[in-house]
């Protein structure tokens, strides 16, 4: 019985680059989209209005302590039962925004909440607005602090990505499906899976390890 054949890879090479492809796109979505909520996330968890803080802290509760799954398959099957269709890419890659955007708001309230309070008290004694006080003075300082941590949510969500074989959603892991059931060897289909997400993952790591080395001398 044959459980290794190095040309899969070969044979299947469109199949793997398509899904590659997708995976990427799935992620810089997700990525820009949970920064944003995120970033909405953290300035309501720390804003001066009770309702708002209340709103905020609920949010990332509420996801942070369900699975990634359930997220998805709300998108997925949920939505539309209430006549708001999506496929399988467009429900996998806002399943993940969502989720992950409530661990990257619990790192950018701490980047925020490192930031002297004498730096907020400034801004708004000058006439600022809250949200123009955190955006113009408190954010830029705090981005120096959650950069490393929002970096390994980054690696997170890349391989967290690969929910998206579940829902069709098209990606490496949906492709990688398709092949093992053609081809009957799962152990090189996903061995080349494997390189294909360290192709992302491992730079980003080295990145991040670089952010932190380098905030660590310029803290001292």
């Given at each position: 019985?044959?459980?290794?054949?190095?040309?899969?890879?070969?044979d299947h090479w469109d199949r793997?680059?398509?899904?590659?492809?997708?995976?990427?796109?799935?992620?810089?979505?997700?990525?820009?989209?949970?920064?944003?909520?995120?970033?909405?996330?953290?300035?309501?968890?720390?804003?001066?209005?009770?309702?708002?803080?209340?709103?905020?802290?609920?949010?990332?509760?509420?996801?942070?302590?369900?699975?990634?799954?359930?997220?998805?398959?709300?998108?997925?099957?949920?939505?539309?039962?209430?006549?708001?269709p999506l496929d399988g890419f467009?429900?996998?890659?806002?399943?993940?925004?969502?989720?992950?955007?409530?661990?990257?708001?619990?790192?950018?309230?701490?980047?925020?909440?490192?930031?002297?309070?004498?730096?907020?008290?400034?801004?708004?004694?000058?006439?600022?607005?809250?949200?123009?006080?955190?955006?113009?003075?408190?954010?830029?300082?705090?981005v120096k602090v959650v950069l490393?941590?929002?970096?390994?949510?980054?690696?997170?969500?890349?391989?967290?990505?690969?929910?998206?074989?579940?829902?069709?959603?098209?990606?490496?892991?949906?492709?990688?499906?398709?092949?093992?059931?053609?081809?009957?060897?799962?152990?090189?289909?996903?061995?080349?899976?494997?390189?294909?997400?360290?192709?992302?993952?491992?730079?980003?790591?080295?990145?991040?390890?670089?952010?932190?080395?380098?905030?660590?001398?310029?803290?001292?």
């Open positions: 019985m044959v459980i290794w054949d190095s040309s899969v890879l070969f793997y680059i398509q899904g590659f492809g997708q995976t990427v796109l799935a992620s810089l979505l997700a990525l820009i989209g949970s920064l944003i909520i995120g970033t909405i996330i953290a300035i309501l968890r720390i804003s001066p209005y009770r309702w708002l803080n209340v709103f905020g802290a609920a949010y990332v509760e509420f996801l942070r302590n369900i699975p990634l799954l359930v997220v998805v398959f709300f998108f997925f099957l949920g939505l539309p039962s209430l006549g708001i467009s429900s996998g890659t806002i399943g993940l925004m969502v989720y992950t955007s409530s661990f990257i708001a619990e790192a950018i309230r701490a980047g925020i909440q490192a930031v002297p309070k004498g730096q907020t008290e400034a801004a708004r004694s000058s006439g600022l607005s809250y949200v123009q006080s955190m955006w113009h003075v408190v954010l830029p300082q705090a490393p941590a929002v970096g390994n949510q980054m690696i997170n969500l890349v391989k967290n990505s690969a929910i998206l074989g579940v829902v069709a959603g098209l990606d490496l892991m949906y492709y990688a499906d398709l092949i093992s059931s053609d081809t009957f060897l799962p152990i090189p289909v996903y061995t080349f899976v494997a390189l294909f997400y360290l192709v992302l993952t491992v730079p980003l790591s080295m990145a991040v390890h670089y952010m932190e080395r380098r905030f660590a001398r310029s803290n001292a």
